[in-house]
């Protein structure tokens, strides 16, 4: 009988141990940034300018496009006006999280962007990703990006992505740094891309169709491993993926990429056709929860929760 129940309670230690480890590795995301639209007031389906919306969270100020809309090459309000990058309903994108409202237009090369809050106590402050230079991005760090997006008619080269920017180019799409959509000289396909902090972006093709007007959920991570440079991955459409609660796919990344700058301090929406252009919601920047996949400590108690399962049966069959 004693040695039944020494047996039993180090099985229940072991189970008490194993339940805890467990529950470490399912540890909640933390959300940095988000951006849904679901704060914007929009009176039937009536659009309004995206440039001056001010939404969302872990932000520093609204969406701007860049210079303003006052550039010489025309359109409608330089890009600013409707169409042209707006906050919309009239068609929502199936699978969004908020509602109905998300993002759309664009117009030639112009970009909007918006920066993140980088003050000590704001969200990336505190998760301590601000690096010396001021931007988001330490080595030893993780941080995840998710957008659901819908490609605009023609394959429209679309790009959805994190970046820096000087005052002259507020918005301008070479000057993101890491990013998911169909830009690049493939836009047919859904594409990885990571710059060099100047002029130049790389993409990396995951081989998978874009479907004109069918919304995707496209993940990126970004693991920075010294100074400024990065291991980028996107996943489209992976499995049990929850921007609620952000996890590192398990699956095999679509595309990767290494990056010699993925520092970052705006997000940037860029589309190149005006009007019809593509649409997203559901934007999160965060860092990622554990994996869902048992850390060799866990692996461990596992096997002495077997091995305690093992000693008692046993003890019940001499008894």
């Known amino acids: 009988m004693l040695l039944k129940s020494r047996s039993t309670i180090l099985l229940a230690a072991a189970s008490a141990a194993l339940a805890g480890a467990m529950a470490a ?6 959300i940095l ?3 849904d639209f679901g704060g914007v007031t929009l009176t039937g389906n009536t659009p309004v300018l995206l440039s ?11 969406w701007y496009v860049q210079n303003g809309g006052t550039q010489s090459n025309g359109g409608p309000n330089g890009g600013t006006g409707i169409p042209g990058y707006n906050v919309s309903n009239v068609s929502p994108l199936a699978g969004a999280d908020a509602g109905s409202n998300y993002a759309t237009g664009g117009y030639q090369d112009d970009g909007s962007s918006r920066p993140f809050n980088l003050s000590p106590t704001g969200a990336f402050g505190a998760a301590g990703l601000i690096n010396g230079s001021g931007t988001i991005g330490v080595a030893g760090k993780t941080v995840l990006m998710s957008v659901l997006l819908a490609d605009g008619p023609s394959a429209s ?22 990013g998911v959509g169909s830009y690049g000289n493939d ?12 002029s130049t ?23 920075y491993t010294t100074g400024t ?28 990429l290494a990056s ?7 997000a940037f929406f860029f589309a190149a056709a005006t009007g019809t252009g593509a649409k997203f919601t559901d934007f999160v920047v965060a860092t990622p929860s554990s994996s869902s996949i048992p850390e060799p400590a866990t692996l461990g108690l596992m096997a002495v929760m077997g091995t305690g399962l093992l000693l008692v049966g046993r003890k019940r069959k001499v008894a």
């Open 229 to 256: 440079a990065a291991n980028l991955s996107m996943w489209v459409n992976p499995t049990g993926y929850s921007d609620l609660n952000p996890t590192i796919p398990v699956a095999t990344p679509d595309a990767t």
């Open 25 to 30: 590795t399912s540890a909640q995301a933390t």
């Open 157 to 178: 080269n679309t790009l959805v992505a994190l970046g820096n920017s000087g005052a002259s180019a507020l918005g301008y799409q070479p000057f993101a740094n890491a």
């Open 33 to 35: 940034a988000t951006e």
């Open 260 to 266: 010699t700058d993925a520092t970052f301090s705006y």
């Open 52 to 62: 001056g919306v001010n939404d969302g969270s872990g932000w520093s100020r609204a």
């Open 187 to 198: 836009h047919t396909v859904w594409n990885l891309s990571g710059g060099d902090g100047t």
């Open 201 to 223: 972006i790389t993409n990396v093709s995951s081989g998978l169709n874009v479907s004109s007007g069918t919304p995707v959920e496209l993940v990126m991570e970004i693991q």
